[in-house]
């Protein structure tokens, strides 16, 4: 089955999520350090699941958190792209931007490379006013992905979700709005 991306980047293609991404997907979320900040690894049914849900999202809205390959290769890496977010907080609802990697595919610049293409898609063919992300204060691994495409840091809160995990429940929140994207884009 031939997969159609919905967008591209230099190096990385952005698409719908299928069935043979699932055993990917399934190795990536029990990996030990890939899930390091979120509560547990997730079971084969819970990634399946997880699988599920972008899709629908991807139905219902236009984006999601895309499955993301690398062009040359076409290998899945995990997922870079956009959610709606709804829990209860003083930025929400809002649009999130995020991102997980395979941990193989670490320090290539992906996650900042698709992150900054999943932007321009979201201000410039979806048309959105502001993106958020929001991670662990302890993940400064995303912090910095968030940095370098131009976010700003609005906050310190408790994530209502994370109630129970007091080891995670201090996030962080950072933002962009479509006028500092396009100062942030343009060639210096």
């Known amino acids: 089955m031939k997969k ?15 069935k043979e991404d699932h055993a990917e997907i399934v190795d ?16 084969e049914n819970e990634s399946v699941e997880l699988i599920g849900r972008l899709q629908k999202h991807y139905k219902r809205y236009g984006f999601t958190y895309f499955a993301t390959e690398v062009l040359e290769t076409k290998e899945l890496i995990g997922f870079v792209g956009l959610v709606w977010q709804n829990y209860q907080s003083d930025f929400t609802p ?7 990697l395979k941990k193989s ?21 979806l048309g959105m006013d502001k993106i958020i992300s929001t991670c662990t204060e302890k993940n400064s691994k995303s912090e910095n992905v968030m940095k370098k495409i131009g976010m700003k840091k ?35």
């Open 4 to 18: 159609e991306y919905i967008f591209k980047s230099e190096r990385l293609g952005f698409r719908d999520w299928t």
């Open 28 to 43: 990536m979320n029990a990996d030990l350090e890939v899930m390091e900040h979120f509560p547990k690894l997730l079971t």
């Open 94 to 100: 809002a649009v999130d931007i995020g991102w997980r």
């Open 105 to 125: 595919c670490w320090g290539n610049g992906y996650a900042t490379e698709g992150a900054s293409r999943c932007l321009d898609f979201a201000f410039t063919e």
């Open 154 to 188: 609005t906050g310190v809160f408790d994530h209502p979700q994370l109630t129970d995990y007091p080891e995670l429940g201090k996030c962080i929140c950072y933002e962009i709005n479509k006028s500092t994207w396009q100062q942030h884009s343009e060639p210096s």
